[in-house]
């Protein structure tokens, strides 16, 4: 019998229950143990089989969650892949096209409606469509639409990735569209920019700050060394009408831009101990959360090849076939430009008459608010902007129908220096500097992209300025804004320098070449030669016998001797005379110091916290005053090489006249005092690499630890909040191919390969290159009945 | 004896009867199968347990033991496919699941015991 108290207790379990489904409900069945739905991603070691409507293909992951995935034609293939890939990353692929389509506020509310405004403004969708357009239909078409078929059939199967259930929303269908948006979210990423409006603002700001902005750096070492066997390029002699020598003679420097960089390098088999070539390749982006970069093996009856490529996308970019590897760095080039125009009552003022902006109106949904409408303007240039206190038109080769898909498609399955060559001609963006090598030991270094000439009354011009769009001037021709551009405009590919057999080569986006032959880019656009300068020092000494081995090559890539802090520490050490006696002792480590951005290093701490301080010291005493924030301010290259006694290193706001030296010793004075502070004992203290997911969710994070390397080293890290580093480092050698990611695989937090490749990666440690299946398949596919 | 008194005999021999602690075997059993099928098998394996209790303190406590041997199997099968360690790293995820665990099976339980 009951009692009366076990009656009471009885009622207040129920209240209890009651209460708890009341303010936690909706987490019981997302946390519950085994069927909760947060743990539903988790790796089970069984198989599954799926139909696949194209033919049979089977899925193979190795002990680093990367996908030998093989199937039995292309298009089986691509569906295959587009399964996995939304196993793995679906999370991640929704996020790019969310963002680049202008949805993300859909997803996360208001915070996200400024990114929505920008991207439905520019068009990036709109562009990708008019790229649909071109491929619908196609046999690359039919690759996208078989990708998309695989991701949907995910989608509408699996579980889906847990941040999907964290924010309570599900992703729409996977479309052809959604693939070509990731491809423009990178090539935005790399190549859109707006550094002409930079340089206009400064210019209004403070124009004494010109000569710091220079086109082209004081330095040669260029990608293209003339004076380097090999190196012997050529412009070719033009018979048809446009002038690119007319575009070179208007052309008189070229220069650097703050951004995302790169290394790579290919060397010859004349020049190695076993006689094959080696290349190797880091391209450097944002680290994320999952990482940016997806590695995967892809098997046909085409070909086999191996690497790395975004998720969203069904090819590999960077990598090795059968025959080939290659890899690829950012150019860099100028493809965007600006345009003014007189503007009256709503209408702008081209060829003589006012006209009507292309106008729409779209509606920016928002989750959890009020939806949000937009207008979207275009003029003939392009989607019209406001930036920088300016209304401008922006020109990007991005924003039309553009090959670059097919193009990465292409080289995959190239068989020769020469048909990779050819499938180059048809990549339009982002202009990248690729270095190839092939299985007899030909190398190959190629800046391809779309270059465009502009004109001023016929006259070839830089693009290094606005451009006054109502006379029509720096206009590309043959390029058609959101349609089917015949770049008539633009730079013949024949006409890029570049390099056959040039028996090794490097690039680290810096300038290409001297003179090109026409315009490429400003010292805004190419960066400064410090990695460039490293590795072709070390290229240089180890080709010098002939005997490079792949340790060589992977000694180069983790090389973290700065060229920076060559060029620096003795500025710092010729500044000790006016240095308070512990700024001295400080400034005394960096004497004997090798250089060398190590973790363990305190010289490289001291030097690394006074050079970010030494520029801003510098400059910021008049730029400030003048509304010109640090991302204004000049390369570190600028004022590496501005003269002691320059007025930039007087502050302004003393009484007295300020030399490098009086700012070096008050930048050291400062160090001491912060390292004080921060109770840092050495560089790896300061320069650790925390990798954040996008996710608000910290336990999706990887953990924050200490890395060597800095952005002047080989061995590439940016200390930030959003920190830029080697985003996938890979070397490709007959002796055993190597890679690494800077976190994992798999962008499911309780997959195993989330982040299982975190520590090899900042510790400068490899793992295998995917070669090909070993074990069971975790996916088969099976042909579906009735499947054509 | 009415019906009633029948199943209140029968119930409470099994609460209290020689086959007590087999009854809460079985019960205990087929909670954790159904907790692994679905969340709601801690609430079913909890008022199972209730119902078999010989008091509400019992049935709680039982309630409690079948949360905690769920999130142990649980925890075992995250160890086969390397998961657990990120399962103790998912900060209130982790927290709502080892509540839920624990807290609705011994609810679940007193209800049951305290109103039969």
Known sequence: MTSRWGRVAGVGCILALVGVFIVGGQFVGLTAPFSGSAWETVDRPDSVTVENPYGEATVTYNERGVPTIDAENERALAYATGYVQARDRLYQMDLVRRLMGGRLAAAFGERAVESDKFHRRMGFEDAAEATWRRLNGTEHGDKLEAYSAGVNRYIETRPLPLEFKLNDYEPARWEPVDTLLVGQQISWGLSGSFADLRRETIADKLPRAGPLYPRRLDHDATIIDADRPGHDWQPPSRTDGESVQAVYESVRQFDTQTGLGSNNWAVSGEFTESGEPILANDPHLTLTAPPVWYEMRLESPEGNVSGAGFAGIPFVIIGANDDLSWGVTNVGADVTDAYTYEWRDGQYLYEGEYRDPETTTETIRVSDGENVEVTVERTVHGPVLERENQTVAIAWTGLTATTQSRAIDDLSSADTLSQFEDALRQFDLPAQNFVAVDRDGGTLYYPAGKFPIRTIDGEAVPGDRVFNGSAGHGEWAGFDPYGQSNWTGFVDFGAIPHLDDPGYVSTANQRVVDDPGFYMGTSMDFASPYRGMRINELLAARTANGSVTREDVVAIQRDTRSVAAERFVPQVLNATDEMTPEARQAAQRLADWDYRMDRDSRAALVFHLWLDRFRNETFADEYNANGLGDSYHPRYWVLQNLPADSRWFDDVRTAGVESRDDIAARTMQWVVEEIDREGYETYGDYNTVDIDHQFPVGFLDYPERPTDGSPFTVRNFRVGASPVGSSYRFVVSESGSIAVLPGGNSGNYLSDHYGDQFDLWRNGEYRPFPTGADGSPTITFEEAEGAS | ?116
């Open chain 2, 1 to 116: 004896m009415s019906t009633r008194g029948r199943v209140v005999a029968a119930r409470d021999r099994v609460r209290v009867g020689d086959r007590a602690e087999l009854a809460a075997s079985v019960v205990f059993l087929v909670g954790l199968l159904a907790s692994a099928v679905h969340w709601s098998g801690l609430l079913v394996g909890g008022a199972l347990l209730g119902l078999v209790a010989s008091s509400v303190r019992r049935a709680m406590l039982t309630g409690v033991y079948l949360g905690v041997s769920v999130l142990f199997v649980f925890g075992v099968s995250l160890v086969v496919v390397g998961a657990l360690s990120a399962y103790l790293s998912t900060g209130v995820l982790l927290l709502a699941s080892v509540g839920f665990s624990v807290g609705l099976p011994a609810l679940a339980a007193g209800a049951v015991r305290g109103l039969t």
